[in-house]
């Protein structure tokens, strides 16, 4: 690869990983704590970048004053140079642009595969859960005590879930991801939503919901995915930071 090339790599990198680290959309590929981390690296690049480029500068403004009097050097090579930086402009316009968080078409992919399968369902004692109600849970927290929790103790309570929407066949299912590291390694939980208004929803709408976890919904043969009995429910723009951990 030429020095122009990887100069322009350098310099489209650096920057992509600077821009996602200072708008917060990072938060679609990583977990938070990563933000420095990305703009230490982007950092990095662009600063190599910009002394590889004007180290190049000045070599190529050496070698045209050495041309102009000794005409007989070739200096194609400068043209070359010009016409590839163009390269710059659709690709910067490209590789800048940023995709989305993953969503339902991700939670439909994942073969079932759920927080909840680590243990046999209904084995483990959990921590009493906090007075009053509502009582506002990740769907992470909701799952793996429907799936493990022996004491049900999400039995009678109503819980506040946030999620985005994800369609199935005819179910409509509340849904979050988890990621470990990134989101390479995202997979779903998820709940199944019963009652209320649920089927003018759309794939990908954020949702907060109030309801009841149904006993003994979450098996095996569902991937441990609870019944969620809606009460109400209200759309809300997507969070900043789309994932659980």
């Not at 946030?162 to 390479?184: D, E, Q, S």
Request: net charge positive; aromatic share 6%.
């Amino acid at each position: 690869m030429r020095r122009e090339s990887q100069n322009i790599l350098l310099v489209l990198l650096g920057g992509a990983l600077l821009k996602i680290a200072l708008d917060g959309s990072y938060l679609r590929y990583v977990k938070p704590f990563q933000q420095p981390w990305l703009i230490l690296a982007g950092a990095a690049m662009v600063t190599l970048a910009a002394v590889a480029i004007v180290k190049d500068i000045v070599t190529a403004q050496r070698a045209t004053r050495a041309a102009e009097t000794e005409p007989e050097h070739d200096v194609e090579h400068s043209h070359r140079t010009r016409s590839t930086w163009m390269l710059i402009l659709p690709v910067l316009a490209i590789f800048l642009i940023a995709p989305p968080a993953l969503g339902a078409d991700s939670v439909n992919r994942s073969g079932g595969r759920t927080v909840a399968q680590a243990q046999p369902v209904k084995t483990a004692t959990f921590p009493p859960l906090p007075a009053g109600d509502p009582l506002s849970m990740t769907i992470t927290d909701v799952v793996t005590r429907a799936g493990w929790d022996a004491g049900n103790s999400l039995t009678g309570r109503t819980v506040r879930v946030t999620g985005f929407v994800a369609h199935k066949g005819n179910a409509v299912y509340l849904a979050r991801l988890v990621i470990g590291c990134c989101a390479a390694d995202a997979f779903p939980v998820k709940v199944r939503l019963t009652g209320g208004e649920t089927s003018g929803l759309r794939n990908d709408q954020w949702v907060e919901t109030t309801g009841a976890v149904q006993p003994d919904t979450a098996k095996p043969a569902n991937s441990y995915t609870p019944d969620f009995a809606v009460s109400t429910m209200k759309l809300i723009p997507p969070p900043g930071d789309p994932y659980e951990y």
